[in-house]
C-alpha cells in the first residue's frame, strides 16, 4: 500500500531557513518518480518539481528553479524540499505525491496516483 | 510555458450531468489527468490518461478528449461530488496543472 507521511506544520520568519520532508512507509518509491506541489491559501495546485530516487534525477518548473532543492536519501526512502531563505510568499502547503506512467525519463502518460496530506508552511514576521 | 485553461466554476443539479472542460495547445495528442480535491483534503486522481478510472472512483466519473479540449463528465452528480478539480498533463520535461474548477452541486 502507497502511503506517504509528511512531516508536520512549520511556522518560521522571512529569511529562515527550512527543509520539509515526505516518507515512502510502503517502500514504493522505487522505479517512480516523486513530485512537489504547493497549494498558497484560496489558490490552485502548483507543479514545483519532481525526482526520480533511483539516480536522484531533479526536475523543476521554471517558476522554482532557484528557489528551493529537491533532494532524496534512499536510506531512508524520504523526499526533501527545502528552502535557504524563506519568503511570506512561501506561505502554502505543500504536497508530496507519487507519479506513475513514466518510463525512465519519458513521463508523457504520468499521473500523480498517491498523495501525502500536505505540509502546512506559514511564514510571517 | 505551457498552459491548461480551466473555467472557474461549473453548477449542477442533483443528478444531472456535469463537464468540466481544460483546453491546451496540442492538448489533443497529450495524455490528460482530473485530480479531485474536497475542502481540506488531498487531491485525488478520478482519471488518469485520458479515459482510464481508478478501481476505487465511481463509474459516474469519465474522461473524453475532442480536439485540443479534454473533458471530465459526471453522470448523476451527487452532493459528495462538489469539490474543486484539476485537469493536468506532462509538456517535454515539465508537469502542468490546470487553474482548476469549483464544481458546485446545488
Known amino acids: 500500500e502507497v502511503q506517504l507521511v509528511q512531516s508536520g506544520a512549520e511556522v518560521k520568519k522571512p529569511g529562515e531557513s527550512l527543509k520539509i520532508s515526505c516518507e515512502d512507509s510502503?517502500?514504493?518509491?522505487?522505479?517512480?518518480?516523486i513530485g512537489w506541489v504547493r497549494q498558497r491559501p484560496g489558490k490552485g495546485l502548483e507543479w514545483m518539481g519532481s525526482i526520480y530516487p533511483d539516480d536522484s534525477e531533479t526536475r523543476y518548473s521554471p517558476s522554482f528553479q532557484g528557489q528551493v532543492t529537491i533532494s532524496f536519501d534512499k536510506s531512508i526512502s524520504t523526499a526533501y524540499l527545502q528552502w535557504s531563505s524563506l519568503k511570506a510568499s512561501d506561505t502554502a502547503i505543500y504536497y508530496c505525491?507519487?507519479?506513475?506512467?513514466?518510463?525512465?525519463?519519458?513521463?508523457?502518460?504520468?499521473?500523480?496516483?498517491?498523495w501525502g496530506l500536505g505540509t502546512l508552511v506559514t511564514v510571517a514576521s | 510555458s505551457y498552459d491548461l485553461t480551466q473555467p472557474p466554476s461549473v453548477s449542477v443539479s442533483p443528478g444531472q450531468t456535469a463537464n468540466i472542460v481544460c483546453s491546451g495547445d496540442?492538448?489533443?495528442?497529450?495524455?490528460t489527468s482530473w485530480y479531485q480535491q474536497r475542502p481540506g483534503q488531498s487531491p485525488v486522481v478520478v482519471i488518469y490518461q485520458n479515459t482510464k478510472r481508478p478501481s476505487d472512483i465511481p463509474e459516474r466519473f469519465s474522461g473524453s478528449k475532442s480536439g485540443n479540449t479534454a473533458t471530465l463528465t459526471i453522470t448523476g452528480t451527487q452532493a459528495v461530488d462538489e469539490a474543486d478539480y484539476y485537469c493536468q498533463t506532462w509538456d517535454d520535461t515539465n508537469w502542468v496543472f490546470g487553474g482548476g474548477t469549483r464544481l458546485t452541486v446545488l
Open positions: 496540442k492538448l489533443g495528442i497529450k495524455f
Open positions: 505525491a507519487r507519479l506513475s506512467g513514466c518510463r525512465g525519463v519519458a513521463c508523457y502518460s504520468s499521473w500523480f496516483d498517491s
Open positions: 510502503g517502500h514504493t518509491f522505487s522505479n517512480y518518480w
